[in-house]
């Protein structure tokens, strides 16, 4: 899953890398898609449920699992990159949240809140915790942040399927929820808004959008849970 995990990279950066106004987000999963198949992996996405590309790509108020297609990228656009990778059994998953270009104040915060929650979360993958203290982590440091954690979403467990027990909700209390033990591997993802929480399903029954449009970072690691410190699977390259 390590190597799972190392591709899933891979292909994050080849899309970072490309990032530039006038680019689609065709053009971007294509990018992913090749650097998956140098890799002599399958994105776990395409075919998921019946999910038409290798890479989700959300812009701005799209929260998660946005369609690529013809749109094309603008000076100051918050682009989610979300990518899954199979590979001998298993899959690895991970997202990070870009800006074409330079990005202004509030876009700027938002990035940084939302990394910073994440590490907030991941810090609390360890064995005998539980799911909540994870949940809290990431919750009480982004409201205290000002923005928002997205409800209807949520991480989940991974290994031999892409979604595994247990949910792993980026709000909730200290304490709820299943025990972490050594040995499970987790996808911590908060999804935050820079407006209020709410978020609806467009009519391509796919991309999550937040209600108020303002927009919508996520940076999602995979995990693995020990006795020590977390393991982060899909570490930044
Ligand atoms: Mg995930």
Not at 46 to 72: M, T
Request: hydrophobic share 40%; charged share 25%; proline share 5%.
């Amino acid at each position: 899953m390590r190597e799972c995990g190392r591709k899933v990279r891979v292909a994050i950066k080849a899309m970072a890398d490309a990032l530039a106004p006038d680019m689609s987000t065709a053009e971007l999963d294509a990018i992913c898609e090749d650097a998956l198949a140098a890799e002599k992996a399958r994105p776990s996405f395409k075919g998921y449920r019946g999910f038409p590309a290798a890479a989700c790509i959300s812009v701005n108020d799209e929260v998660v699992h946005g369609i690529p297609g013809p749109r094309l990228l603008v000076e100051g656009d918050v682009v989610t990159l979300d990518v899954g990778a199979f590979f001998e059994g298993f899959h690895g998953d991970a997202a990070w949240t870009y800006v074409v270009g330079e990005p202004d104040e509030t876009a700027t915060r938002l990035l940084n809140v939302t990394r910073e929650s994440l590490n907030q979360g991941v810090a609390q993958a360890k064995a005998g915790n539980t799911v909540g203290d994870i949940a809290y982590a990431v919750q009480s440091y982004v409201e205290r942040n000002g923005f928002s954690v997205v409800r209807d979403l949520v991480g989940h467990g991974i290994g031999r399927n892409l979604h595994e027990e247990p949910s792993v909700p980026n709000f909730g209390r200290r304490g709820s929820g299943p025990k972490l033990k050594a040995g499970m591997t987790l996808c911590i993802e908060p999804m935050i808004n820079e407006g209020k929480y709410h978020v609806h399903c467009l009519d391509d029954h796919w991309t999550i959008v937040t209600q108020d449009g303002k927009r919508s970072a996520h940076f999602e690691h995979m995990v693995l849970v020990t006795e020590g410190a977390p393991d982060i699977l899909t570490p930044v390259i």
